[in-house]
């Protein structure tokens, strides 16, 4: 019976799946990260953990369990039955077991059951089709201002004009120097047109290649759609996640592990009893998943081996 199918199709549509006797495992929604070291986009996704103390069987698997494979709902959960007790015993005998797409189970030096999540499919249904995207570093381009220096020009000297004292030759000269041009078919008249004309395309092209360099050094690049922001962690004014001490069925044995907690120093607090009929008690609480995670390691190891982590639906 592939057990491991059926959690697996569970987690993409609820946040608690529970396998009767055995746990049940829990999903958290994790926002899009930016690796910056990696240039790496991470999508959203849902986080699985699982807690070894939620037992009870609510319905959830063995009704999915009875309706995949067309046998009554006793009938799931005496195979239900069945293959936690075959999980138990490989777990005692190798040490390990692994669960396809949800993750792998092992026992550590205390005899505690430690989870380690499969990181291969995304359950967050929201994110279907996005992957992990790495995107090249920008390098941006520094525009230099090149200052052009102008050319000298030599001063163009006035010289004079002679005057000739005999008016007659002057009008004789102009007379002889337009029949000239006149005669070889304006060829000085047609150079002066032309030459005219070069320098007045060579004054337009300069005025307009200054203009450009101008608007170029004046440029503002800017990204019109910039990615939103990435938020990893709640309002600070939420505290969704509390580390357990443990959880009783007696009031007197909550308010007795409440006093030793606040006697050795730690922020501890009461919940209301639940819907198992529990009263928990916690260490502290915490608006990051990340900072639960890091104290409850601690505290596993300095104090209580048995703590586990209690997320509050916001």
């Known amino acids: 019976?592939?057990?491991?199918?059926?959690?697996?199709?569970?987690?993409?549509?609820?946040?608690?799946?529970?396998?009767?006797?055995?746990?049940?495992?829990?999903?958290?929604?994790?926002?899009?990260?930016?690796?910056?070291?990696?240039?790496?986009?991470?999508?959203?996704?849902?986080?699985?953990?699982?807690?070894?103390?939620?037992?009870?069987?609510?319905?959830?698997?063995?009704?999915?369990?009875?309706?995949?494979?067309?046998?009554?709902?006793?009938?799931?959960?005496?195979?239900?039955?069945?293959?936690?007790?075959?999980w138990k015993s490989k777990l005692q005998d190798s040490g390990t077991i692994s669960l396809k797409n949800v993750g792998d189970f092992s026992l550590n030096a205390e005899k505690n059951l430690v989870f380690t999540p499969s990181d291969s499919v995304n359950y967050l249904t929201d994110s279907f089709g996005l992957t992990t995207y790495v995107s090249p570093s920008i390098k941006r381009e520094v525009l230099q201002q090149v200052v052009e220096k102008q050319e000298e020009k030599e001063p163009i000297a006035l010289v004079p004009e002679e005057r000739n004292s005999n008016?007659?030759?002057?009008?004789?000269?102009?007379?002889?120097?337009?029949?000239?041009?006149?005669?070889?078919?304006?060829?000085?008249?047609?150079?002066?047109y032309q030459q005219k004309v070069q320098e007045e395309t060579l004054a337009v092209q300069t005025k307009v290649q200054k203009q450009v360099e101008q608007k170029i050094q004046e440029a503002t690049f800017f990204i019109s759609n910039p990615l939103p922001a990435v938020t990893l962690t709640v309002k600070d004014s939420k505290m969704p996640y509390h580390i357990v001490a443990g959880a009783f069925l007696k009031e007197e044995n909550a308010t007795t592990m409440y006093d030793e907690l606040i006697h050795l120093g730690y922020p501890a607090k009461r919940i209301a009893k639940n819907q198992h009929g529990l009263y928990p008690v916690i260490y502290k609480s915490f608006s990051s998943y990340a900072e639960a995670q890091t104290e409850m390691q601690k505290i596993k190891e300095s104090h209580n081996p048995e703590a586990w982590l209690l997320i509050e639906e916001l």
């Open 1 to 86: 019976m592939k057990m491991d199918l059926y959690i697996s199709q569970l987690l993409y549509r609820y946040q608690c799946v529970t396998v009767p006797g055995f746990g049940a495992f829990l999903t958290e929604i994790q926002s899009a990260q930016l690796h910056e070291g990696l240039h790496s986009f991470y999508p959203p996704k849902k986080l699985v953990s699982f807690n070894s103390y939620l037992k009870n069987n609510d319905g959830l698997l063995a009704n999915h369990l009875a309706q995949s494979e067309k046998i009554s709902y006793e009938a799931a959960v005496a195979i239900i039955e069945n293959q936690v007790l075959n």
């Open 167 to 192: 008016p007659f030759l002057k009008y004789a000269a102009i007379f002889v120097l337009s029949a000239g041009l006149l005669g070889a078919g304006g060829v000085l008249g047609n150079n002066y």
